[in-house]
């Protein structure tokens, strides 16, 4: 029984929380956006069991999907599903039963966001089974990360702002981003296999369009924090997270796989100092 537990906690990756991490960043600068630093702390812990529930669903559904792929791929060919520990009918059920636990989560919460809910849980299924047919796979699993923005603003105030749609936009330009640095640790072994990545489809030029992209991201958000008036705190993080975007484009410059993966998971600070700006700067206005 322990077991097959291990199992199920390995295939819903919660012994490596650095995607819930990333899932969680933006959606609770939203909440902290929406509710002006004073989110109603029920709605922030519903929606961080959300992430916690939906990174994990994606997770199996990832490997679901991967389970005749990831045995191929250096880094993947441990997962439960790859090695036949879980079987695919355990982790259809296992992967249902997450989608239960977050459907229920979302009683609390008003119809509009259980209608953005249902984009959500709709990119984040299609998101494993587009690498087959498209190089752009990180531009759907962005858009599904991206649905918390907009959600969160539902939650609290009910509506969608121009300040949400910006933030929307920004989240989906960085998950684009390190998700590109992600598929450069497997793109030799994507290539063999025939699965397709940005990191594919920029080639050569993977550097420079990850550059454009953090560059692309940062400069919404400095809109974001000119519409807000946000004062010195928010903009100190967000001068952290250039630094951090400077630091990753030094990781990856000589494309090595443990250097991408580094600059990959570097992205949770860069996300906590935004955050940590964010809240900051709401706790100590006078």
Known sequence: MASKLNCYIRLMR??????????????LWALWIAGQGHPDYLIV?????????????????????DRKIDAHIARTKTR?????????REALILFAVLIFMAALSLLWLNMLTIQLAFVAVGLATLYPFMKRFTHLPQFVLGAAFACSVPMAFAAISNQLPLIAWLLLGATMLWVVAYDTMYAMVDRDDDLKIGVKSTA??????????IGLLQLAMLALLVIVAKMLALGIYAWLGLLCAAGL???QQWLIKDRQAQRCFQAFLNNHYLGALIFSGLVLDYALRP
Do not use: Q
Request: proline share 7%.
């Open 80 to 88: 439960p599903l790859a090695t036949g520990e879980v079987s695919p």
């Open 245 to 247: 975007s400077l630091y």
């Open 200 to 209: 594919i489809l920029f080639g050569s030029h993977d550097r420079l369009i």
């Open 14 to 27: 919660l012994d490596k929380p650095i995607g819930i991490y990333l899932l969680a960043w933006p959606m």
């Open 45 to 65: 812990i519903i929606f961080l069991i959300g992430a916690v529930l939906m990174r994990s669903a994606g997770c199996v559904i990832n490997d679901y999907a």
